[in-house]
Nanobody, 122 residues
Framework: QVQLVESGGDLVQPGGSLRLSCVAS????????MGWYRQAPGKQREFVAG???????NYADSVKGRFTISRDNAKNTVYLQMNSLKPEDTAVYYC????????????????WGQGTLVTVSS
């Protein structure tokens, strides 16, 4: 099976920037839509941004104009560039893939990473 491994979470001051990365480790033939979700303390997990294999993107209203999602298909990696961070962006950020095809020709559905913590505070 393939695992998603996130990195890049950190403590940052309001107005600062961070770049999250998520790589699909293992023998992967193709990956469908990749996305980022987040879960703040005491709240439900929410959608942040998504990107299709051909680069179409969508964003939650709360992050539009501040966050940018991108992917490198050759590296099986998705990124989330976060600018103008606010305290309300504090959360554990999770990477998600809705469907991927393994080298064994098996499909793996709804794959989640372990999460990376982003804290925005002065």
């Amino acid at each position: 099976q393939v695992q998603l491994v996130e990195s890049g979470g950190d403590l940052v001051q309001p107005g600062g920037s961070l770049r999250l990365s998520c790589v699909a480790s293992g023998r992967v033939l193709s990956i469908n839509t990749m996305g980022w979700y987040r879960q703040a303390p005491g709240k439900q997990r929410e959608f942040v941004a998504g990107i299709t294999p051909d680069g179409n993107t969508n964003y939650a209203d709360s992050v539009k104009g501040r966050f940018t999602i991108s992917r490198d298909n050759a590296k099986n990696t998705v990124y989330l560039q976060m600018n103008s961070l606010k305290p309300e962006d504090t959360a554990v950020y999770y990477c998600n893939v809705d469907r991927l095809l393994l080298a064994t020709m098996k499909l793996q559905l709804e794959v989640w990473g372990q999460g990376t913590l982003v804290t925005v505070s002065s």
